[in-house]
C-alpha cells in the first residue's frame, strides 16, 4: 500500500473521537501513515462532516456526545451513498455482546481501547484492501487508463501519459473512486487540501489540462462534467 507515495491523492479518514488527547494521538499517527486525515468530535456534525467530505474510511468511537457512535454507524449504512463506507469502531467496551453489537450495527472491524497505534494502522489498511481495493494498489487500471501510483506513471491504451503534479493527483483521486462525482469544492479538498485557497475555478483549469493529456478529443473523454454538480470519471 503506498498512501504516502509522493504526489499520490490521500486516501481520507475521518477520526470521530471526543476525547482530544487521542484524537491527536490518531490524527499524528495516521497522518505519518500517509492518510488525510479530519477530527471530529461530536455524532451529529459527523454526519453532517461525511456527506460534505465524502471520507474514504470512519475511525468512530462508540460513546459520543448528541448521537452515539453505534446510531451514527446505522444511520450511515441506511443511507445509500455511505452504505459500503468503510467504518471501524472504537471501544472502551470488551465485552463480548457489545463486540457483537458493534458488528451487527455494520461496522468493518472493532478495536477495543486501550489499543497500540500500529495495530490500529494495520486494520485501517486492511478495512481499505478488502472493501476500496483500488484507494490502497500501487497500480490500478479503469477501462483503458492505467495509473502506476510508484512509477508516477500514466497510460492510456498503452501510450504514456504525461501529466502534470496537480492533473497526476487530479486523475489519482478519480481512478480511487470511479464514477463518483466530486464538486470542485471536494476536488480542491481532495488533491489541494483544505487549508490552501484556491479559487473553484481552478478546478475547471486543470480538469481541462487532465482532458487534453489524456487526449479527449480523440480517445473519448472519460471524463464527465456534471452540471451543477462537478466531475466524475466514468470508464
Ligand atoms: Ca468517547
Not at 487530479?170 to 487540501?193: K, N, T
Amino acid at each position: 500500500m503506498t498512501a504516502g507515495s509522493p504526489g499520490a491523492a490521500r486516501p481520507h479518514i475521518l477520526v470521530v473521537e471526543d476525547e482530544d488527547s487521542l484524537a491527536t494521538l490518531l490524527q499524528y499517527n495516521l497522518d505519518k501513515e500517509g492518510f488525510r486525515v479530519g477530527l471530529c468530535a461530536d455524532g451529529e456534525e459527523a454526519l453532517i462532516l461525511i456527506d460534505e467530505k465524502q471520507p474514504d474510511l470512519v475511525i468512530l468511537d462508540w460513546m459520543l456526545p448528541t448521537v452515539s457512535g453505534i446510531e451514527v454507524c446505522r444511520r450511515l449504512r441506511q443511507r445509500p451513498a455511505t452504505r459500503n463506507l468503510p467504518i471501524i469502531m472504537l471501544t472502551a467496551r470488551a465485552e463480548e455482546s457489545d463486540r457483537i453489537r458493534g458488528l451487527d450495527t455494520g461496522a468493518d472491524d472493532y478495536v477495543v481501547k486501550p489499543f497500540a497505534m500500529s495495530e490500529l494502522c494495520a486494520r485501517v489498511r486492511a478495512v481499505l484492501r478488502r472493501i476500496r481495493p483500488g484507494l490502497a494498489e500501487d497500480q490500478v487500471s479503469r477501462g483503458d487508463i492505467v495509473i502506476d501510483r510508484v512509477a508516477h506513471k500514466v497510460n492510456r491504451h498503452g501510450q504514456e501519459v504525461h501529466l502534470g503534479p496537480t492533473e497526476f493527483r487530479l486523475l489519482d483521486h478519480f481512478m480511487r473512486h470511479p464514477g463518483r462525482v466530486f464538486s470542485r469544492e471536494q476536488l480542491l479538498d481532495a488533491v489541494w487540501g483544505s487549508d490552501i485557497y484556491v479559487e473553484t475555478r481552478t478546478v475547471d483549469v486543470h480538469i481541462g489540462r487532465l482532458r487534453r493529456a489524456l487526449g479527449a478529443a480523440r480517445e473519448g473523454d472519460p471524463i464527465r462534467t456534471v452540471r451543477s454538480a462537478g466531475y466524475s470519471l466514468e470508464v
